[in-house]
């Protein structure tokens, strides 16, 4: 078993330092520093990537509006589409009808001169 109290394979690793942060630059002439314009930039960009957004969710909404009506209209048209099969399935069934009647008939004729 290895004695605990031996530390020669022991290697000491030193932690990593940061860089001391550089000093803050001493206001310009004009009272600006470097962290103000920064600032202001950094407000700039975020006011340009705000009114985007906007305009971005008032296509959004407008497109929503677009698809509101679309499928509006397209309910109206399945709804004339039902009504139009309707109407179609009672005009088969009449000539259905009609059909087997004429069938009744031309078997009756045909057994009638036959006989």
């Known amino acids: 078993m290895a004695d605990p109290t ?3 394979s022991a290697a000491i690793i030193a932690f990593p330092t940061q860089a001391k942060p550089a000093a803050v630059a001493p206001a310009t002439s004009g009272g600006d520093t470097d962290a103000s314009a920064r ?3 950094a407000l700039a960009a975020l006011d340009a990537a ?3 957004q906007r305009a971005a969710m008032a296509d ?3 497109a929503i509006g677009d698809l509101q009506r679309t499928m ?3 309910g109206q048209s399945v ?3 039902r009504e139009r099969i309707g109407a179609l ?3 088969i069934a009449s000539l259905g009808d009609t059909a087997r009647q004429l069938q009744a008939r031309a078997i ?4 009638a001169t036959q006989g």
Not at 108 to 111: I, V
């Open 6 to 8: 031996n530390r020669s």
């Open 89 to 91: 399935d009672g005009k």
């Open 50 to 52: 705000v009114l985007s």
């Open 39 to 41: 600032l202001r930039t």
């Open 60 to 62: 959004w909404q407008s």
């Open 79 to 81: 709804a004339g589409y």
């Open 108 to 111: 009756a004729l045909e057994n």
């Open 72 to 74: 509006g209209r397209l």
